[in-house]
């Protein structure tokens, strides 16, 4: 990074440093739009790339954008904690639409829709999601992009994790299957290169994508220059999917570990999922355990996770919690699950 | 700042590049807290400072947090372009307090305030205001802020210029006169430093940030962490004030130059600003020059300015400019002054 900020601010340092363009550097939006394509099969031209600060600003836009009193937005059950916040912002509500291990279900979608006039934003995350750690199969995906026609609702596709893939073929975006522009793809290299540097997008079409600029440069003008030059720099210097490799075998192999305790020490009656990317494994307890409550024993051990409840923003549901493997060595997490292992044996006897 | 750059990486490289509060980086809030209360005499602590993206965001942020369908905000008439679009966003309306070459008619404003219950922020920019370049004096200062005691209204106080003084003494900010923490101070370095890292704030009151933090969580999460820690470098390394000195000095002289050339040749019924500082002078045509075809004239001799029309939010004026005399040689800025004189006496005949 350091032989990257130099080079930007020698070949560049003025523009650099001054105002830009509120869509963004356009080499960096020619990057981006070349590498959704390659990996999610979308066919974005640059033109339909906006930089943002992080994917939670577009997620702050796409309310800004969609929402209003009492709009109704349709989501996984569970979803994603921040874009529930951004979306709460706008006084929007919503319908947690149900979920298995392969998506949204879309019997209760559909229902749904017919049922709901007011249904503004349909938000998902096919890929890895957070919190669960699932990612939707093809033929779901196929299913939603169906209903989402019928009934011409937009679609925010959000895929912070794509990438991280540990094993399998990379899925098609939601967007790739999109006839009809309704899908915006959000993304960042928050999670696969520097969180620090704010860098995200948003892929749509052009009708779209104007309102965005529109909102953009009423909100922060234009992303940070020097950030947006650096990362473009970087790709074009440096094998950035060679770095995602290492990133992802360093993930997978935390994967494993956090599975294989959970397995080895988990009562028989705990459930989990086995995420085959991403950062995220979701735990569900029995009915009657109360996730909050195993977190503060777990706290006095050194251990924690992010308790369920709070990425349900209707339903109260008390017995699952987040575990996070990315970013934690191997014997920690090995230590970690035994440790919250013993704290449920001991409750539970 | 390819010296900073490096520095910030060497280091901090691993924090510089990882996520970070939402406040923002703690060394950088420090600075600013000490930079405006010895500039403009407020009072503030560090944990009054929020890291915003440069201060459009803070503008946006204000119009979430305060504005709702139908708020007033009073402003200044004229007022800044973009700050009358970050609250038209959130569907406010405006009404403009007349203002002479000394601030907002305090007469007037009480009126206003009186007569209006919905008023839910007064906007206003006392140093070397855009459009204007107008300064507020000590004295309307001081009968503003007994005004807004009295009706106990918040007030966004943007300065992004009060740096680039070039003659007489500062003025202590109205925040500085602020006993009950109604005045919310914002400001950036895209004056003084660099546009391109984005890097503004906001000061205020402990409930206020508390809010505006919320806000920014659910916006974009935090500022760059890497550009926050360049200035904060930057500050510490070099001396910040004696580049801010060496911009005065080259502005100075543009002002000199534009000034002078327009005492020169414009007609004797032009009216127009000798600012005391920041980047801009306005100008008032006859009531029946058009100041948008007087531009489409100048076009075709490549000179430009901004008509002065989209600076009011209700008020139809037609025959005001804003010239921006900040980012031209002296050379080209009496050329420009004397074309566009020259097309207007070929006007007039």
Redesign the interface.
């Known amino acids: 990074?350091?032989k990257v900020?130099?080079k930007v601010?020698?070949e560049s340092?003025s523009?650099?440093?001054?105002?830009?363009t509120t869509e963004g550097f356009e080499p960096l939006r020619k990057q981006i739009a070349k590498k959704i394509n390659a990996k999610f099969k979308t066919n974005v031209d640059y033109s339909n790339i906006l930089i943002?600060?992080?994917s939670?600003?577009a997620l702050?836009f796409s309310g800004?954008l969609f929402l209003d009193d009492d709009d109704v937005v349709l989501c996984e059950s569970p979803t994603y904690l921040?874009a529930i916040?951004?979306f709460r912002?706008y006084r929007a509500k919503f319908i947690e639409v149900p979920t298995d291990e392969n998506g949204m279900l879309i019997n209760e979608l559909e229902r749904i829709l017919q049922q709901n006039k007011s249904v503004k934003l349909v938000y998902v995350i096919p890929d890895f999601q957070n919190p669960t750690g699932r990612t939707w199969s093809l033929e779901r995906r196929q299913q939603f992009i169906e209903i989402i026609n019928k009934y011409d609702v937009p679609v925010i596709e959000d895929n912070p994790y794509g990438e991280l893939r540990f094993e399998g073929e990379m899925l098609p975006a939601i967007k790739s299957l999109d006839k009809k522009g309704l899908v915006i793809f959000v993304s960042t290299f928050?999670k696969t290169f520097?969180?620090?540097?704010?860098i995200g997008w948003i892929a749509a079409d052009a009708k779209f994508i104007e309102k965005y600029v529109l909102?953009k440069?009423?909100?922060?003008?234009?992303?940070?220059?020097?950030?947006q030059r650096?990362i473009s720099k970087y790709m074009e210097l440096y094998d950035f999917d060679s770095d995602i490799e290492k990133i992802i075998t360093v993930y997978r192999r935390r994967r494993d570990t956090i599975v294989d305790a959970m397995e080895k020490y988990f009562p028989s009656d705990i459930k989990f999922t086995r995420p085959q990317g991403g950062l995220f494994t979701w735990v569900e307890l029995p009915i009657n355990m109360k996730a909050k409550e195993l977190l503060n024993r777990c706290l006095k051990q050194n251990v924690a996770f992010v308790p369920g409840d709070s990425f349900f923003p209707n339903k109260v549901i008390e017995n699952t919690f987040r575990l996070n493997y990315s970013n934690m060595s191997e014997e920690k997490i090995h230590e970690g699950i035994k440790r919250i292992s013993k704290i449920i044996n001991e409750g539970q006897q």
Chains 1, 2 share one sequence.
């Open positions: 990074m350091k900020a130099v601010l020698e340092g523009q650099a440093l001054q105002y830009s943002t600060s992080g939670q600003q702050d800004k921040a916040s951004a912002a928050s520097c969180p620090g540097l704010r909102i440069q009423g909100a922060d003008l234009h992303t940070s220059s020097i950030s650096e």
